[in-house]
């Protein structure tokens, strides 16, 4: 899958593309990054890529001329069937489930926004879509870039191997992961939950199971409304909260471990 980016400041970006994950898949081809500077499509001496808004008000805005022709030129290194997407805090939350969709695309051009934003003709005229990674304001859009870069990057095949987190798997039932734990088997008094070392797999998948569903149910409950649980799941559910004990004030304590 390749996939541009073009932003103003490429510098920023060029440093994350060598760590963890999504270094090993560049390495290994499974991905590749373009990176695209407006600033290089300016023919005025100061290189102007940014104006003050119409209608007054703070800060700056991109200007359309330099991010088309970034955006165009950044399009014509990804195949036919790629997706043009602007980050921004407009956008559509991004989920693990969009991640898997856009995973599946030939390739991406992301446009990373600074400022107080980009010119609306630009999303007019160039973009597909405008995704956010939350709902708060960066600086840039970078950052976000290098979100859904990661995410992506986890979902190549071949880019995880055996470390394949179950975050994904997780995430893509629609529910949270449930507890890691490691060496030492008592930290600070505290003991790894005895099954996890029974070596009864069928009793660890079970647990692991019943953890993941009761902590949705506490941390995130609007995600259990999106994917209703089925019997089993509601009976583990009932299981967790009886094992656990969840005050009514709302501050609540997870399930016994
Ligand atoms: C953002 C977000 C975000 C807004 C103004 C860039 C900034 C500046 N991008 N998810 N939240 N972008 O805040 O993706 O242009």
């Known amino acids: 899958?390749?996939?541009?980016?073009?932003?103003?400041?490429?510098?920023?970006?060029?440093?994350?593309?060598?760590?963890?994950?999504?270094?090993?898949a560049l390495e290994r081809g499974l991905v590749s990054v373009g990176l695209e500077d407006p600033r290089s499509h300016t023919s005025d001496a100061?290189?102007?890529?940014?104006?003050?808004?119409?209608?007054g008000g703070p800060g700056m805005v991109l200007k359309p001329e330099p991010l088309c022709a970034a955006i165009t030129a950044a399009a014509t290194r990804v195949p036919a069937g790629s997706a043009r997407i602007a980050?921004?805090?407009?956008?559509?939350?991004?989920?693990?489930?969009?991640v898997a969709e856009l995973a599946r695309l030939p390739g991406l051009?992301?446009?990373?926004?600074r400022y107080e934003g980009i010119d609306e003709?630009?999303?007019?005229?160039?973009?597909?879509?405008?995704?956010?990674?939350?709902?708060?304001?960066?600086?840039?859009?970078?950052?976000?870039?290098?979100?859904?870069?990661?995410?992506?990057?986890?979902?190549q095949p071949g880019a995880l191997g055996?470390?394949?987190?179950?975050a994904e798997e997780s995430f893509a039932a629609g529910l949270l992961e449930g507890p890691h734990y490691t060496r030492p088997e008592v930290f600070m008094?505290?003991?790894?939950?005895?099954?996890?070392?029974?070596?009864?797999?069928?009793?660890?998948?079970?647990?692991r199971c019943k953890q993941s569903i009761g902590r949705t149910w506490l941390k995130r409950p609007e995600?259990?409304?999106?994917?209703?649980?089925?019997?089993?799941?509601?009976?583990?559910?009932?299981?967790?909260?009886?094992?656990?004990?969840?005050?009514?004030?709302?501050?609540?304590?997870?399930?016994?471990?």
């Open 109 to 113: 051009v992301l446009v990373a926004g």
């Open 1 to 24: 899958m390749h996939i541009e980016i073009v932003t103003l400041f490429p510098g920023l970006l060029r440093g994350a593309l060598d760590y963890g994950v999504l270094g090993r």
């Open 189 to 207: 008094g505290r003991r790894v939950p005895q099954v996890l070392s029974s070596g009864d797999h069928a009793a660890i998948r079970r647990w």
């Open 121 to 155: 003709r630009v999303l007019e005229l160039m973009i597909d879509r405008e995704l956010s990674i939350g709902d708060y304001v960066l600086s840039g859009g970078e950052l976000a870039a290098l979100v859904l870069l990661d995410a992506l990057a986890r979902l």
């Open 223 to 257: 995600l259990i409304g999106r994917a209703p649980l089925d019997e089993t799941q509601r009976a583990l559910l009932q299981e967790f909260l009886l094992e656990g004990s969840v005050r009514v004030t709302g501050e609540q304590t997870t399930g016994s471990r």
């Open 87 to 98: 980050l921004s805090a407009q956008g559509q939350l991004l989920t693990q489930a969009g």
């Open 162 to 166: 055996d470390e394949r987190s179950s």
């Open 46 to 55: 100061h290189r102007t890529v940014d104006d003050r808004p119409y209608g």
